[in-house]
Each structure stands twice: as C-alpha cells, then as structure tokens.
C-alpha cells in the first residue's frame, strides 16, 4: 500500500487509480488497430498496410511533439492539464468513429497531440502524490496501467470490435476515458509542475539517461514492427482460427499479469536486470515465432513469452528515466514518451514495408533481429563508456 504524503491527502489513491485508468486508455486506443486490423480495414474499404498506418501516424505525432508541448504547457498546474488532455482524449476518438478512414486519422492525430503531453506529466505527478520513498511504486503504478493496455486492453477491446463493430471498441475506450478525467478532475491535486521532490531525477546521469533513450528506440521499434501484424501472422502462418486468435490474445494478456509483477519487483532491487531481462525474452519470441509459426504448441507458448515480456518494458524504462534523468523529468519523460512512440511508429512503417516483399515471417524475422541489436547496445553501453573514460583520464590529470 502506498501511503499518502500528508494526513489530509487521503484523496492521492483514487487520484493514482484514475491516472493508471488514463494510462490504459491512452495505449489502448493507440494500439488498437493492430487488434482490428481486418476489421477495419474490410469496413473502409482500404489496405492491411494503411490501417498499420493509423498506428504509424499516431506514433509519429506523439514522438513528434512530446517535447515542444511539454515545454508550452509547463506552468499549468497538473489537475487543470491532465483534465483537459483527456477531454480531448475523449472528444477526437469520439468523433474519429463517425466517418471513414481520413476522419479516423485525423481524430487519432488530435488524440495523439493530448497523449504526447500526457505521458510527459503522468510519472511525475503521480511520483510527487508521494513520499520519496514511495516514488518507484506510484510510477510503476501508472505505468501497469498503460502496460496492462497491451495485456488487456487491446484484447478485450479486440473481442468487443469484432461482436459489435470496429467503431464500437473505439467509443467503449473513450468511455473509459471519461470516467478516468472525471476521477482527476475531482481528485488530483492542483499542483505546479515545479512543486515537489519529482520535478528532477533522484541520481542524475546523463549518459545512463541517454543509453535507455537509445536502447528503448530501438527495441520500440523491433516490437512493433512484428506486433503490428500479429492478427494476420497468427491466422495465416499459424493457421489459427478467429476464436483461437482470441484466445491466444487472453493467453498474452494473462501472462502480462505476471510481467507486470516481475518488472517493479526487480525495478526496485535488481534495475539492470529489469531493463535486460524483456530485452532477451522479446528477442526470442520474435525470432522463435519466425522459426516455428506453424507449430500451433509452440506458437502459444511464445505468445505467452511475449506476452510476459512487453509490459516491462515501459514501466522499467520509465522509472529508471525518473531516476537517472539530468534534468526536469518533465523534459526526460517527454524524450521518453517521444522515443517511445518513434519506436511504434517506425516499426509499424518498417513492417509495412517489408510485409509486400518479405512477408509475414521476413517481418518477425526483422522485429527478432532488431531486438538482438537493442540488447547489443545496452549490454555494451557501459563498458564503452568504461573504456573511454579510463582511456581519456591520463590526459585529464596531466592537463
């Protein structure tokens, strides 16, 4: 249990519970096309690969203008923003269902432009609700919400698309959202963004901070560029029926459950280890997949390897941000935030263009390999750094 930061603050829980539902909301409705992907694509009439491209034009507005907005709206206490982000939030999807496919990317572009602010103000205020002491587990806190978008969100939204339409899946999700800005609004302090102990990084390095930037960059994108083409891989390679694909999602999202719990146990006590470990078990289910996607036994049980490892990935990364960041951690999620989302776009766009030459298997082979290199980098990171320091010291006592 997370106590609250002073005796009259007995409203901080709740507060923390409507920021992870907003949290959910937000992944949610970002990567939801990946789960109605022919749905959508067969209701307006256009491509697998320009449905992917709703994902891609989501990421890149998000990556885009993460820090800009960040930086226009840093004076506005955290109640009033975070209020109005979902508001938005939940206006543009509203309105992106009504129409077709350009009114549908044009509402996700808007939704996009609240998320990108969002995800740079979340961590900190939620953090700044607390104690210092309890700062790693209201930020994981919000963090399982949007980790837990992927495990639950996206499949249950998935099974309500195809019982009762695409259009209603989006509409059940900024619901959601509304209950979430109607929770903040009412319980979330009204703090500024310079007020208290998480406007800056406990343990401030800047090149821990930019090797977690770099390493998430990439493994982002190796994710995505196989995620997004997980309905099509699981009923043409693995021959899986609808209802079995259905299945296979709860399997991923029961096992996220226990990725979710594992990332702020070793978040806490084993940091390396928690930023590693996802890092390895993505790397072999993409590539494993690749192998064995016809092998029904074997392609649940990567599912549910993947499964377990995908929600660590931003909780961990994130509260190491909130730890090693060299400035505000407004600034430090917002380049977290923007990273992030160039990691999904990028790799829905690099699926996009490998799956009409490589197909279906050449695009898990991709995402596998390029998780390979992500895992290269941080494991060679600090010892780079080593080296270059002992080799550069000589030369700074002499001078």
């Known amino acids: 249990m997370i106590e609250a930061r002073t005796s009259n603050s007995g409203g901080h829980v709740p507060a923390l519970a409507a920021m992870m539902v907003a949290a959910f909301c937000y992944l949610t409705v970002e990567t939801l096309p990946v789960g109605l992907l022919p749905d959508i694509a067969g209701d307006l009439d256009v491509s697998l690969s320009a449905v992917g491209l709703l994902v891609t034009g989501y990421g890149l507005t998000v ?10 709206v840093s004076r506005i206490p955290r109640r009033y923003l975070i209020t109005g982000l ?19 990317l044009g509402g ?48 249950a939204a998935t099974w309500l698309g195809q019982q009762a339409g695409w259009r209603t899946a989006f509409l059940a999700v900024a619901g959601l959202a509304l209950i979430a ?25 800047a090149r821990a901070f930019w090797l977690l930037i770099t390493v998430t960059g990439i493994a982002i994108t190796g994710v995505f560029t196989a995620y997004t083409y997980l309905i099509p891989f699981l009923t ?29 146990y070793l978040a806490d006590r084993r940091p390396r280890l928690a930023v590693l470990l996802p890092m390895v078990l993505l790397a072999v289910s993409l590539l494993g997949l690749h192998l064995v996607g016809a092998h029904p036994a074997a392609v649940v049980a990567l599912v549910a390897l993947w499964g377990f490892a995908i929600p660590q990935v931003p909780t961990t990364m994130q509260s190491r941000v909130l730890v090693v960041a060299p400035g505000s951690t407004d600034v430090g999620s917002a380049m977290m935030g923007s990273v992030f989302n160039l ?14 030459h490589a197909g279906l298997r050449g695009v898990f082979l991709t995402g596998g390999l390029v998780l390979v290199a992500a895992l290269a980098v941080l494991v060679a990171g600090p010892a780079v750094t080593r080296r270059r320091d002992r080799r550069d010291t000589p030369a700074t006592v002499a001078s």
């Open 63 to 72: 990556a885009i203008f993460s820090v800009p907005l960040t930086h226009l």
């Open 86 to 104: 979902l508001a938005l939030f939940v206006v543009a999807t509203g309105v992106s269902v009504l129409g077709g496919y350009w009114l549908l």
């Open 108 to 155: 996700r572009v808007v939704t996009a432009l609240s998320q990108a602010v969002f995800w740079s103000v979340a961590a900190p205020a939620a953090a700044a609700l607390f104690p210092p002491q309890a700062r790693g587990r209201a930020v994981a806190a919000v963090f399982g919400g949007s980790s837990l978008a992927p495990v639950l969100g996206v499949p």
């Open 181 to 205: 800005m109607v929770g903040v609004a009412v319980l979330l302090p009204t703090t500024a963004p310079q007020d208290g102990h998480a406007s800056a990084g406990a343990a401030p390095d």
């Open 236 to 264: 043409e390679i693995g021959g899986f029926s609808a209802s079995a694909v259905s299945a296979l999602l709860l399997v991923f999202g029961a096992a996220g459950l226990g990725g979710v719990a594992i990332s702020g």
């Open 343 to 356: 990691g999904i776009a990028g790799g829905a766009l690099l699926g996009g263009v490998l799956l009409p």
